[in-house]
């Protein structure tokens, strides 16, 4: 399961985008890579997920450059009820049984300031 | 909506009691989790099952035991409750096929040990 590196904490102000990159240098061919979100006392949440170029829905988009090397997700328009920690993870979601394990890092620590 | 359910929000414990920690899931998901969250440290995997009676070790198994006796319940053991074991668990889900192997958290245990 390849490693991810991001940044542990982001301020942004109401109604701001925000970008958060995740590096992951050592991602593998059959890798993809999928966010997930945690709001205090809940669990993680699924958010987006992509191979390559950019996806999106209704939440946020994802951008992936054709290195794959790093991943940013992006969120627009940010409110206060986007604070959260953002979980960026890369792994093989093919087949086998040990493709379904996830390895989740630390996180970054989103705060939205009014 | 998928719902996956954890027998205690908040259970408190004695060092050297054995507890248990029960995840049921109404989605007919084969594969289930269970995670352990500390601050600073993420989410870490403790075991998986990918199936009824199977189980795989994760990041940090020791002291931990599982259970997967139906596919709706996968249930955590701690045989001898210590005082590092104090932490936030968190049970998933996963179906093996479907939309990008999504894990569906349930909304935590937080476990103290005396």
Known sequence: ?114 | DVKVTQSSRYLVKRTGEKVFLECVQDMDHENMFWYRQDPGLGLRLIYFSYDVKMKEKGDIPEGYSVSREKKERFSLILESASTNQTSMYLCASSPTSGKNNEQFFGPGTRLTVL
């Open chain 1, 1 to 114: 399961l390849a490693k991810t590196t991001q940044p542990i904490s982001m301020d942004s102000y109401e109604g701001q985008e925000v970008n958060i990159t995740c590096s992951h240098n050592n991602i593998a061919t059959n890798d993809y890579i999928t966010w997930y979100q945690q709001f205090p006392s809940q669990g993680p949440r699924f958010i987006i997920q992509g191979y390559k170029t950019k996806v999106t829905n209704e939440v946020a988009s994802l951008f992936i450059p054709a290195d794959r090397k790093s991943s940013t997700l992006s969120l627009p328009r940010v409110s206060l009820s986007d604070t959260a920690v953002y979980y960026c993870l890369v792994g093989d979601m093919g087949s086998g049984a040990g493709s379904y394990q996830l390895t989740f890092g630390k996180g970054t620590k989103l705060s939205v300031i009014p």
